[in-house]
């Protein structure tokens, strides 16, 4: 979000609109700005048409605030969940890119802060919700049931939740918006598993992806980065993809 309203260029002149964070604004980047400033939202908004403007050669547009953001906490802003927020602003962002060219995607990111869903109708059913989680337990498939006491304690420890929590907010996001919103899969396992020379739990994986299929997903976006690839690396790749191509693919043949 902050690219389209740098505090570089504006927290001197307007320190009004950026975020309140216990009791101080500041120009923090990992911060939300007040989006209960209609100057600082009318601002954001002409800066993102502009941007959309300028890349006609962009197909798509995914916006989404930083990693572990914290949003507004001044009293107007508070009188609304941040899910809420999140979806109210997403909203506004998709209507100011579709303004532009009123064909391309838009979807939002349920993730870290943004994870929780907002209430029911609130969202633009034009827009594709990506759900995200990390550091989630592959040893078990993302529906077992033992999900609600088995996970990742390196992660939990690091403030990360649990399976289970992000196990109910993807089901709040499906039981509200399944129906109406095209929702993907943000997955990051082969980012998590470029760290060291280790293979996919592909047995995991074909059981989450078949369950995906079945629930009504549209696909699953892979986040994949490193700098120092492995043995493993093209291998994962090679046998995530053709599973995304075809879900139903035979794992012992891959």
């Not at 929780?116 to 077992?144: Q, T, V």
Request: glycine share 4%; net charge positive.
């Amino acid at each position: 979000y902050m690219q389209f309203l740098p505090a570089k260029r504006y927290f001197r002149d307007h320190p009004e609109w950026f975020a309140l964070i216990d009791g101080q604004r500041s120009d923090v980047q990992r911060q939300t700005f007040c989006t209960s400033s209609k100057q600082a939202l009318s601002v954001f908004l002409g800066n993102l048409r502009q941007y959309v403007k300028a890349v006609p050669e962009v197909d798509r547009f995914d916006l989404f605030p930083e990693d572990g953001c914290k949003w507004c906490e001044c009293a107007r802003c508070r009188r609304i969940s941040e899910p809420d927020h999140h979806a109210i602003l997403a909203n506004q962002m998709a209507k100011t890119v579709w303004s532009v060219y009123p064909d391309k995607p838009f979807s939002i990111l349920a993730y870290s802060t943004c994870r929780a869903a907002p209430k029911p109708g609130l969202l633009d059913p034009a827009i594709e919700i990506m759900f995200c989680w990390w550091g989630r337990d592959y040893s078990l498939p993302f529906n077992h049931k033992n999900c609600a006491i088995h996970y990742d304690r390196e992660y939990n420890d690091a403030g990360h939740p649990a399976c289970c929590i992000q196990q109910r907010d993807f089901g709040d996001w499906l039981k509200r918006y399944g129906k109406t919103n095209s929702m993907v899969v943000f997955e990051q396992h082969l980012c998590q598993s470029i760290r060291g020379p280790n293979l996919l739990p592909v047995p995991v994986l074909d059981r989450d992806y078949r369950w995906f299929q079945s629930i009504g997903l549209s696909g699953i976006v892979h986040q994949y980065f490193g700098t120092t690839p492995t043995w493993t690396s093209a291998l994962n790749c090679y046998v995530s993809v053709r599973k995304l191509w075809n879900p139903r693919e035979n794992v012992r043949k891959l």
